[in-house]
């Protein structure tokens, strides 16, 4: 007997009634809640595509067991924008052509709000080569991935200092 | 109104919309989750499928335990060849060009690892998963057949798609006899696999006779059109959606087996069925690029002019069909020789069969090609881009024709420029960056050919001043659905944000293949002939009506711009199309268009996009691990519709070519045949760190003879070129001639 599953996802709370203890996050996500936007690409861990915020950190939803994340606040790509206003980190995907096909789209964007978050990689665009490493776009889209993280650290940094 | 449209050898006027760096109009719909891919859709009752694939390469499936899948909780059909309901066509058929021979079931044999063996159809993924798991199959298995040398060398008929596999121009050993110089080259590249980020995905729902699937595809109507026939039922039944592609790169342009087995599935079970491959099955049934061992002979004289080239290559196919890689054919459009011969050997091994993979054959052939190029100007102890250039063709090699346009020159100088290719000193090993890693600068020229295949589109102008296109076009992330919306405008004469493009779907017309990097071209051909046809009814309205500021202008003529016709010859003098529309009581017009090349410039043009690359490698002088520090690109590829959606398509391509030349390699076990790294942990792809500096540069070229356009493509000719450039910058920078790719750090520990 496998308990109902509590998730806040992108703010709004989820039960979800399992009978199976296999789905993953991923998994539940996407034939459970319908939120498509976050995709599989392989299932693994390998290509970041399926990539959610779990409390905040990033995490590969498909590695995920969802049963694992039982309370847990996850936010996925249809959670960035906010009534009608694209994220800074969405607004300088498109504005730095940042994906072509967009199937790792979602997995890219919320990997660079993790990053972004973290405060790791700064404007160094070395380290933001490698701080988003971890998501693969076979499009090969890197030069304008790399400017659009940048570019929307550089926003988000001004909105902070605005807002204080 | 002939005069709207210039004459086929005049050059498109085109308004204000194409050639703006626009940016995306699906960008919304892609960065908040919004665009719809088919795995993407849930429809009410859906069912899930999963299918199993031999684990051996050769042989017979001798058993499988349908009871104990049958048994586990939520699977409702195992299909097997045992049940496996008839179909309408054979999938052993070769019913067109684009039939790949597959497998539906249709019998026990196995014949490369990776091959679909039974399908499960459960309640959940999770239940059809493991379903697959517990049929536990059997096989009777013969010895896997992998390798050049293991497999069975046969003469094809063909290479590519209907190519011819053997080419001879005047006389090469006449060539090789009159040379100061010979040089040989061997490479050899392995085979890879295309590896879209969307794994191939199919959701299937029959309503009576009526089927609606939704699939990546490459090529809506042909798809529709094989889903009708192998089915039974009239190619109106089938509606085929595919609204956004996550990735194609060839792989999704052919129909497969479990396509089928997901539509028969879902007639079984009398629900939805949606099949979503695993990333490690896209290692089977898919298509890959065939290995290829090549070999290059250049004979030059003594003032640096090639005598003769001779580019011999071994293609792997499957044991069952025919896609052989046509690298050598690489050699025939680029570099000036009196004589010139080509010749394709084919290989049979036990692995599914390749097809056409972003630049098939002349992203391998260029690769050898560059690299035997560069052993030619080193031994002259000449500089790799003057060689080029003192061989630079006039015409084309093959053929004799003229070129319609080549504008290589230019993408010489620009990319040389941008470089900083001056002063390269021609010795390898001469050059440091301050950490004391060895640095070398390679170049390599990239070249495709620009064809065009056949598409329809329907343009409407409506009262209200907009303008709706409808054409089965294709987005797989080139860009389709913003050029060709800009197409659109420039052909309806409105402006941009007045014109919805609708594409995506077989309800439409007909948009022709996305591949060979002719989409572009072709659709947007019949997407601007649209629009004019649908500007030009207008016209004749509003020309032969009395109370129109444009009565009478029929002879000279007026054009559309920004919503109104004006008189070509006073722009004073115009009218609102809603206005035209109205006092002819008229809702909207309609106008039709087609996009096909003028067979007349082709018999008479050879046509090719061109371009330079420049790389820059950084070779570790202990552990020889090699990075590509900088890599810069200039291509004249004819009119570019949108600056930036085409920087980003080069930029990839170039990408593909650091992957061709550092990264990608499969690697089947030549004992059980199985693709030992079916993952992207093993199977390597370039991530961002792996691509730290590259640009493209576009290089202004006008073509009158392509189409009225003037558009080539760029979907492909980055990968070609670049592979080239890295290896021979790799040499630069170590002495040490690559003759495999991916190069490895082994392959330079001499």
């Known amino acids: 007997m496998i308990p109902n599953l509590t998730l806040t996802v992108n703010g709004d709370r989820h039960e979800v009634h399992l009978d199976d203890a296999r789905p993953t996050l991923l998994?539940?996500?996407?034939?459970?809640?319908?939120?498509?936007?976050?995709?599989?690409?392989?299932?693994?861990?390998?290509?970041?595509?399926?990539?959610?915020?779990?409390?905040?950190?990033?995490?590969?939803?498909?590695?995920?067991?969802?049963?694992?994340?039982?309370?847990?606040?996850?936010?996925?790509?249809?959670?960035?924008?906010?009534?009608?206003?694209?994220?800074?980190?969405?607004?300088?995907?498109?504005?730095?052509?940042?994906?072509?096909?967009?199937?790792?789209?979602?997995?890219?964007?919320?990997s660079a709000v993790g990053l972004i978050a973290e405060g790791e990689a700064g404007d160094d665009a070395e380290r933001i080569r490698e701080g988003m490493s971890g998501n693969l776009c076979r499009c090969a889209a890197y030069p304008g991935i790399t400017e659009a993280v940048r570019d929307a650290r550089q926003r988000l940094a001004q909105n902070e200092r605005e807002s204080v | 109104m002939a005069d709207i449209i210039p004459t086929p050898t005049g050059h498109v006027r085109l308004g204000s919309n194409a050639g703006q760096p626009l940016t995306r109009r699906d960008g919304v719909l892609k960065v908040t989750g919004a665009a719809t891919y088919a795995a993407d859709n849930r429809p009410d009752g859906l069912a899930y499928a999963v299918f199993a694939h031999s684990s051996v390469a050769r042989g017979r499936v001798t058993s499988l335990d349908v009871d104990a899948a049958k048994v586990h909780p939520g699977v409702i059909e195992v299909i097997t060849p045992a049940n496996r309901p008839p179909l309408g066509r054979d999938p052993d058929g070769k019913a067109h060009m684009f039939s790949w021979r597959t497998e539906a079931l249709q019998n026990d044999t196995v014949r490369y690892a990776g091959q679909p063996i039974a399908l499960v159809v459960a309640e959940t993924l999770e239940a059809a998963t493991e379903g697959a798991r517990l049929l536990a199959p059997r096989y009777a298995a013969e010895p896997a057949r992998i390798g050049f040398d293991a497999g069975e060398a046969y003469d094809p008929p063909a290479v590519g798609i209907g190519s011819p596999p053997n080419f001879a121009k005047g006389d090469v050993e006449a060539g090789f006899a009159a040379a100061d110089q010979v040089t040989e080259t061997r490479i050899e590249t392995p085979l890879q696999y295309h590896n879209a980020l969307e794994p191939h995905a199919i959701v299937a729902a029959w309503d009576g006779d009526r089927l609606t699937v939704d699939v990546p595809s490459q090529a809506i109507a042909m798809a529709r059109n094989d889903f009708a026939a192998y089915f039974e039922v009239p190619p109106e039944n089938v509606t085929l959606r595919s609204p956004f592609i996550g990735g194609g790169f060839g792989s999704k342009a052919i129909l497969n087996g479990p396509q089928l087995l997901c539509v028969l599935a879902a007639r079984m079970v009398g629900r939805p069925v949606k099949l979503a491959v695993t990333r490690q099955q896209m290692f089977g049934h898919?298509?890959?690029?065939?290995?290829?061992?090549?070999?290059?002979?250049?004979?030059?004289?003594?003032?640096?002019?090639?005598?003769?080239?001779?580019?011999?290559?071994?293609?792997?196919?499957?044991?069952?069909?025919?896609?052989?890689?046509?690298?050598?054919?690489?050699?025939?459009?680029?570099?000036?020789?009196?004589?010139?011969?080509?010749?394709?050997?084919?290989?049979?091994?036990?692995?599914?069969?390749?097809?056409?993979?972003?630049?098939?054959?002349?992203?391998?052939?260029?690769?050898?090609?560059?690299?035997?190029?560069?052993?030619?100007?080193?031994?002259?102890?000449?500089?790799?881009?003057?060689?080029?250039?003192?061989?630079?063709?006039?015409t084309d090699p093959a053929s004799g024709k003229p070129f319609s346009s080549k504008a290589l020159r230019e993408c010489y100088a620009e990319g040389a420029s941008r470089f900083g290719w001056a002063g390269r000193p021609l010795a390898p090993r001469q050059m440091r960056d301050e950490a004391g890693c060895l640095v070398g600068w390679g170049v390599g020229t990239a070249m495709f050919p620009a064809p065009m295949f056949q598409a329809k589109a329907r343009a409407t102008l409506a009262r209200d001043g907009t303008g709706l296109m409808e054409i089965a076009a294709v987005e797989m992330g080139q860009?389709?659905?913003?050029?060709?919306?800009?197409?659109?405008?420039?052909?309806?004469?409105?402006?941009?944000?007045?014109?919805?493009?609708?594409?995506?779907?077989?309800?439409?017309?007909?948009?022709?293949?996305?591949?060979?990097?002719?989409?572009?071209?072709?659709?947007?051909?019949?997407?601007?002939?649209?629009?004019?046809?649908?500007?030009?009814?207008?016209?004749?309205?509003?020309?032969?009506?009395?109370?129109?500021?444009?009565?009478?202008?029929?002879?000279?003529?007026?054009?559309?711009?920004?919503?109104?016709?004006?008189?070509?010859?006073?722009?004073?003098?115009?009218?609102?199309?809603?206005?035209?529309?109205?006092?002819?009581?008229?809702?909207?017009?309609?106008?039709?268009?087609?996009?096909?090349?003028?067979?007349?410039?082709?018999?008479?043009?050879?046509?090719?996009?061109?371009?330079?690359?420049?790389?820059?490698?950084?070779?570790?002088?202990?552990?020889?691990?090699?990075?590509?520090?900088?890599?810069?690109?200039?291509?004249?590829?004819?009119?570019?519709?949108?600056?930036r959606l085409a920087k980003s398509q080069l930029t990839g391509g170039m990408i593909w070519g650091i992957s061709f030349a550092l990264h990608e390699d499969a690697i089947h076990d030549p004992r059980t045949g199985r693709p030992m790294n079916a993952d992207f942990a093993g199977y390597h792809v370039p991530v961002n760190a792996d691509a730290p500096s590259v640009e493209a540069f576009l290089v202004e070229e006008v073509d009158r003879h392509v189409n009225a356009l003037g558009i080539k493509g760029v979907g492909e000719i980055g990968v070609t070129g670049s592979a080239g450039a890295i290896a021979n910058a790799v040499w630069h920078a170590t002495g040490v001639r690559p003759n495999r790719f991916p190069i490895r750090i082994e392959a330079l520990l001499h």
């Open chain 1, 27 to 110: 998994d539940v996500l996407r034939e459970r809640l319908g939120l498509t936007g976050t995709k599989k690409g392989c299932d693994r861990g390998q290509c970041g595509a399926c990539t959610v915020l779990v409390d905040g950190r990033r995490v590969n939803s498909c590695l995920t067991l969802a049963i694992s994340v039982d309370g847990a606040e996850v936010t996925t790509i249809e959670g960035l924008a906010r009534g009608g206003t694209l994220h800074p980190v969405q607004a300088a995907f498109v504005e730095n052509d940042a994906f072509q096909c967009g199937f790792c789209t979602p997995g890219q964007i919320m």
């Open chain 2, 479 to 643: 860009g389709a659905l913003t050029a060709l919306a800009q197409i659109a405008a420039d052909g309806l004469g409105l402006d941009g944000d007045k014109v919805e493009l609708r594409a995506g779907s077989s309800e439409l017309p007909d948009g022709g293949i996305a591949g060979g990097s002719g989409h572009t071209a072709t659709a947007g051909s019949a997407i601007f002939a649209a629009g004019s046809d649908a500007v030009r009814k207008l016209a004749e309205l509003a020309t032969r009506d009395e109370a129109s500021p444009l009565f009478g202008a029929g002879n000279a003529g007026v054009v559309g711009r920004a919503g109104r016709l004006h008189r070509a010859d006073d722009e004073r003098r115009s009218e609102a199309y809603g206005d035209i529309l109205q006092r002819a009581g008229l809702s909207h017009i309609e106008g039709e268009g087609a996009g096909a090349r003028d067979p007349a410039d082709a018999a008479e043009y050879a046509m090719f996009s061109h371009g330079a690359v420049f790389a820059e490698v950084k070779v570790d002088p202990d552990l020889y691990q090699i990075r590509v520090s900088r890599l810069v690109g200039a291509f004249a590829a004819g009119r570019i519709i949108n600056p």
């Open chain 2, 286 to 394: 898919l298509g890959h690029r065939g290995a290829t061992r090549q070999h290059l002979r250049l004979g030059v004289d003594g003032e640096g002019h090639l005598t003769a080239l001779e580019h011999n290559a071994i293609s792997t196919t499957s044991s069952f069909d025919d896609f052989l890689e046509p690298a050598a054919n690489a050699s025939h459009n680029l570099y000036a020789t009196p004589a010139l011969k080509t010749h394709h050997t084919g290989v049979r091994v036990d692995t599914g069969t390749p097809g056409p993979m972003r630049a098939p054959g002349e992203a391998s052939g260029s690769a050898g090609l560059e690299c035997a190029m560069d052993e030619a100007a080193a031994a002259l102890g000449l500089d790799p881009l003057e060689f080029r250039l003192r061989n630079y063709s006039e």
